[in-house]
């Protein structure tokens, strides 16, 4: 039975189970979504609490387990089973998402929930402790980097829980904590590929100046520029070859004032300023 290549780590405290399921305050009327439910100590007690579950499961093995735990209970009808990989998976409705899933997947998993519409009220995610802390940070810690402002950008993200190693069997070589994603609502109506076009640039060196980030690493501007030739196309906009493309650029640093700034100590209002400040002058990331 190999645990690894699925990441299989099954939660065997029961307190750390029931809180992380508590934590999401599920109400009756919920449908929740489950990434990775394994042998379902978890799931068992969503079934408790909401209205519908659904869980995507990619070992088969795992997922015959848990519909043999639920088998001719009241349960068994509110709980539906998807066999396959959540990044590769259409999702259904779902109020509240609640996953403990192998770390591999922390990043794909986050952007996947953020980027999914309507959007959910709050998920409640367990992750390797740094991944979390990651999440957490605010702009001028150490751990601030594109992780925290991308995800911050769409959500408020909270502490609920440190979970020790022990709490797993086997267990993993890492210490775990669970955070709750709340997305913002309405979201801010920035496309994501601009904003994570821009914190690719400036977090690569987030303690280097913006300038830096910009002219000293091969084919940013190169980048942009053919961004903007294509932008100006289809907008049938001239371009203005009164300065050279470095110059434009130069001049949006200069004028929001960002050119000696550091992404390290930018919080999300600079970087969008900034971003706004390309897209006035029809200059995009992605
Ligand atoms: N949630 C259970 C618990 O807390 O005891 C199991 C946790 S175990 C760390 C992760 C589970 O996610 C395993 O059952 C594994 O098979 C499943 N899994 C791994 N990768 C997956 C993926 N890409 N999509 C869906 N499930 C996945």
């Known amino acids: 039975f190999n645990t690894d290549r699925f990441g299989q780590h099954i939660l065997k405290n029961p307190l750390v189970a029931q809180g992380i399921v508590d934590k999401a305050n599920l109400k009756p009327t919920d449908m929740v979504l489950e990434v990775g439910p394994g042998t379902g100590n978890l799931t068992v007690r969503i079934l408790e609490q909401a209205k519908k579950t659904t869980v995507v499961e990619m070992d088969p093995r795992m997922a015959a387990e848990l519909s043999k735990r639920v088998q001719g209970k009241p349960e068994q009808r509110k709980l539906d089973i998807m066999i396959g990989d959540f990044c590769k998976t259409e999702l259904p409705y779902f109020d509240v998402c609640i996953s403990n899933t192998p770390y591999q997947i922390s990043s794909p998993l986050v952007f996947k929930l953020l980027s999914h519409r309507p959007l959910f009220r709050c998920a409640v995610l367990m992750f390797q402790r740094e991944f979390a802390l990651r999440l957490l940070a605010r702009p001028g810690t150490a751990l601030w980097c594109r992780l925290s402002a991308n995800v911050q950008l769409y959500s408020k993200v909270d502490h609920i829980m440190k979970v020790s190693r022990n709490s797993f069997r086997p267990p993993p070589q890492v210490e775990s904590s669970v955070v709750r994603i709340t997305p913002l609502n309405p979201p801010p109506a920035i496309p994501f590929e601009e904003f994570d076009g821009l914190t690719r640039i400036v977090f ?19 980048m942009l520029e053919a961004n903007h030739k294509t932008w100006c196309a289809e907008k049938e906009v001239m371009m203005d070859d009164s ?44």
């Open 243 to 286: 300065t050279t493309f470095a110059q434009k650029v130069e001049a949006i640093l200069v004028e929001t004032g960002m050119a000696e700034n550091r992404a390290a100590k930018m919080d999300i209002d600079d970087l969008l300023k900034l971003l706004a400040a390309f897209h006035e002058k029809g200059i995009h990331f992605s």
């Open 204 to 222: 690569t060196r987030r303690n280097k100046v913006i300038r830096a980030c910009f002219f000293g690493a091969k084919g940013v501007i190169d």
